[in-house]
């Protein structure tokens, strides 16, 4: 017998998968407001070096504020001043002549800076003086997050795997909410380093259980439909986003006023089924049956359930050797699992690595950055719609490949696309970003898909950190701006290309069983790697025969 043959019996696709989505719906809101909240609480506001020491005594002292600017600090080719110099001494001549200013000696800036506050009240930059010389420490911040987020995956899906889902997923909860509050209270750059590092941590368990937990309580069929549903959580926190940072100008405040919707989720956790999957893969019959039961319950088929008994439920496919610990190791030890751990770490890193590129990079617009915010987020949702439907008629193989191909060729059009055309560029990139957005709303579904119940978290935690590697280096690649302008989106263009290309090796699982165990993978069988007919009827639950059981 297998899983899918109980969940068609009890309502594969009722009010108790319903309430699921619902309840994990606020803790996908936040994950986007954390991992691109650097967007926002790093942004380097316009500054110039601070003249108001110089104002004591003499001619300085009559100056008007224009006048003392002017004899202070050298001007840029657009004739505002320069953020990192000053004069060594005041050029007063420059208050009659000011076009020979270009060869007077400067120094770096004396006594701190002064900044534009018209856009933000506080960020990173100005709090720690994040500007000339250590800009890139802004910067930075988003790749120690990433970083948390890289190890954070590594660790929750080895936990996840060995003690649940739920319970994983509350510590993740706690987590988040602990270091998230406490950043936002950070006295120092280390220290807030120190606690974003760990949010990420925290969050990643968010992250990889929401999805999972959603996915392993659907059947076959509505499988793409559960990826698409939780994917727009996160377009709807990414467009909030925008609206929490246009409305909260203190990086502080912004922190914990995205941070502050996991405590509804905590509410919502005791609510929260185990993923009965899961529990029959370790063995726990008992408790299975007892969540069975409850969605049986809930989608009003509870009579369909009473006919079970706990011994033909303990044959459910979903076993094998049920003392067995599954560790990473078990994702290489086989050489099909080698082949699948090898190629879903590729696509995830190009996936990450382009989605990120392009969503970091939201100044290169020349827009309002809320607005070009909000756009970005906002044509994620046409994108996944479209992909949900694509997903279901094509293939998730050749969605996840198209939508990478398809994302590069619009990086690349960018690239020959001259500047004075902004409108036709913003048009191209708005559209890259959807595309990137819908192939990771693909790789989400298909790895969850692709990898057997016994090690799925596994596989999650080990691709989820491959992205985030990917993620950790975009800041790094976008940096590279400073040596060519055109080098980060060559880089980010080859990616998409690369790893769509190797999407393409990866076997379809359209209307295909969830795998089970390392042996579906390893030796497939009958219909367990045919395309199933997700019309097919369930096995009479009320049998107990051995030919009922094996099949």
Not at 7 to 19: H, M, R, V
Not at 174 to 179: K, P, R, S, Y
Not at 288 to 302: I, M
Request: charged fraction near 15%; glycine fraction near 8%.
């Amino acid at each position: 017998m297998k899983f899918e043959n109980i969940l068609e019996e009890i309502d594969s696709f009722g009010p108790f998968q319903i309430a699921i989505i619902i309840l994990l719906c606020a803790p996908r809101i936040v994950l986007p407001c954390h991992f691109l909240l650097n967007n926002f609480i790093a942004a380097l506001p316009p500054h110039r070096c601070d003249i108001s020491t110089l104002g004591d005594g003499g001619l300085f002292r009559n100056l008007t504020q224009e006048q003392r600017l002017t004899v202070s600090l050298p001007v840029r080719g657009d004739g505002g001043p320069r953020s990192c110099e000053m004069f060594a001494e005041p050029q007063f001549q420059l208050l009659a002549n000011s076009s020979g200013s270009a060869d007077l000696p400067t120094v770096q800036c004396q006594s701190g800076w002064v900044y534009d506050n018209s856009t933000f009240t506080s960020t990173l930059a100005t709090e720690w003086d994040l500007v000339c010389d250590r800009k890139s420490l802004t910067q930075t911040t988003g790749t120690i997050f990433f970083f948390g987020v890289m190890i954070g995956a590594i660790a929750f899906g080895f936990l996840s795997d060995k003690y649940g889902r739920k319970n994983t997923l509350l510590a993740s909860y706690l987590m988040a909410i602990v270091f998230g509050f406490a950043s936002a209270f950070a006295n120092s750059y280390i220290l807030f380093a120190v606690l974003r590092f760990l949010t990420g941590f925290g969050l990643t368990g968010i992250s990889i259980n929401s999805i999972v937990l959603s996915i392993e309580w659907v059947d076959t069929s509505h499988r793409s439909f559960i990826g698409v549903i939780g994917s727009l959580s996160w377009s709807a926190g990414n467009m909030l986003l925008a609206g929490f940072a246009f409305l909260v100008n203190d990086w502080r405040t912004l922190i914990m006023t995205v941070t502050a919707p996991l405590g509804f989720a905590v509410l919502t956790w005791w609510w929260i089924p185990e993923s009965a999957r899961w529990l029959l893969a370790h063995g726990k019959v008992e408790k299975a049956h007892f969540y069975l039961d409850k969605c049986a319950k809930f989608n009003k088929r509870q009579k369909v359930l009473s006919k079970l008994k706990l011994e033909t439920l303990a044959n459910v496919e979903v076993l094998e050797k049920q003392d067995q610990n599954y560790t990473y190791l078990h994702l290489i030890k086989t050489p099909k699992m080698r082949q699948l751990t090898l190629l879903t770490g590729i696509v995830w890193y190009g996936v990450a690595s382009t989605y990120y590129g392009i969503s970091l990079n939201i100044s290169s617009f020349g827009l309002n950055i809320y607005l070009t915010h909000f756009i970005y987020a906002a044509i994620e949702v046409p994108a996944k719609l479209g992909i949900y439907f694509f997903l279901n008629i094509v293939g998730r193989r050749k969605c996840q490949a198209g939508t990478l191909l398809l994302t590069g060729i619009c990086i690349a059009i960018n690239l020959f696309l001259p500047q004075g055309l902004w409108h036709v560029r913003a048009v191209v990139a708005i559209l890259g970003k959807g595309l990137s957005e819908a192939s990771f709303t693909t790789v989400f579904l298909y790895t969850t898909e692709l990898y057997p119940t016994v090690v799925r978290q596994n596989g999650l935690g080990y691709t989820s950190f491959i992205s985030r590697l990917g993620v950790s280096v975009a800041p790094l690649v976008l940096m590279l701006e400073d040596v060519s302008t055109v080098l980060p989106q060559i880089i980010i263009c080859s990616v998409a290309f690369i790893s769509g290309l190797v999407a393409l090796l990866l076997p379809e699982t359209l209307n295909v069983r969830l795998p089970e165990t390392i042996d579906d993978i390893e030796k497939p069988r009958g219909n367990e790697v045919s395309s199933l007919s997700v019309e097919s009827p369930a096995v009479n639950l009320e049998s107990k025969s051995t030919t009922d059981i094996e099949q």
